[in-house]
């Protein structure tokens, strides 16, 4: 249990196009998700919280009109990198917390993180 | 806000002897520590955790301790086998806030 996926794996787009990076809880539902940017050798960098039904949460230094995010329903949370640049370039990371896992004893704050999406702009 | 510091950057071990990693937290607060295991152009992997009411937890090669007093908490791998290769992050939390995760640790294993 608590697969989390993302979509796509990787892309290649030019710059100035905007990409959408999907993340999905297969078999849980997620109140909140997370998005992170990892560059190599790196640690992971928190972007932003994403509760479902509600505006996102961007930690200080992201820009929030670039990096849109969407957490329309209680599995589906969207990444959106508006007029993406080389800069951009990175491995995005989504990871989700799932609520049930607490109330049946689990850890509340386990994440549980998607396999990643590998960004490159030229 | 919370810090975490983790060391050593690298560890290079022979397969079969133990692998520790620590990390220290500033925010005597925190309460849930998570380790993650990530292997490369992959997404991190949870594989053990501790919350602070508890010394110590295992689960088979893998043992996580914590030290509230000391602020710090060590995660032990035994009889490591080159699988275990890969990029361990440490991470800490208070309640339900977010992680905060440590620099990373490159683990080699050579057979």
């Known amino acids: 249990g608590a697969v989390v996926s993302q979509h796509p794996s990787w892309v290649i787009c030019k710059s100035g196009t905007s990409v959408k990076i999907e993340c999905r809880s297969l078999d849980f539902q997620a109140t909140t998700m997370f998005w992170y940017r990892q560059f190599p050798k790196q640690s992971l960098m928190l972007m932003a919280t994403s509760n479902e039904g509600s505006k996102a949460t961007y930690e200080q230094g992201v820009e929030k009109d670039k990096f849109l995010i969407n957490h329309a329903s209680l599995t589906l949370s969207t990444l959106t990198v508006t007029s993406a640049h080389p800069e951009d370039s990175s491995f995005y990371i989504c990871s989700a917390r799932d609520p049930a896992r607490g109330l049946a004893g689990g850890s509340y704050n386990e994440q549980f993180f998607g396999p990643g999406t590998r960004l490159t702009v030229l | 806000g919370e810090n975490v510091e983790q060391h050593p950057s690298t560890l290079s071990v022979q397969e079969g002897d133990s692998a520790v990693i620590k990390c220290t937290y500033s925010d005597s607060a925190s309460n849930y520590f998570p380790w993650y295991k990530q292997e490369l152009g992959k997404g991190p992997q949870l594989i053990i955790d501790?919350?602070?009411?508890?010394g110590e937890k295992k689960d088979q090669r893998i043992a996580v301790t914590l030290n509230k007093t000391a602020k710090h908490f060590s995660l032990h791998i035994t009889e490591t086998q080159p699988e275990d290769s890969a990029v361990y992050f440490c991470?800490?939390?208070?309640?339900?806030?977010?992680?905060?995760f440590g620099k990373g640790t490159m683990l080699l294993v050579s057979p």
């Open positions: 991470a800490a939390s208070r309640g339900y806030s977010t992680l905060t």
């Open positions: 501790i919350r602070s009411n508890v």
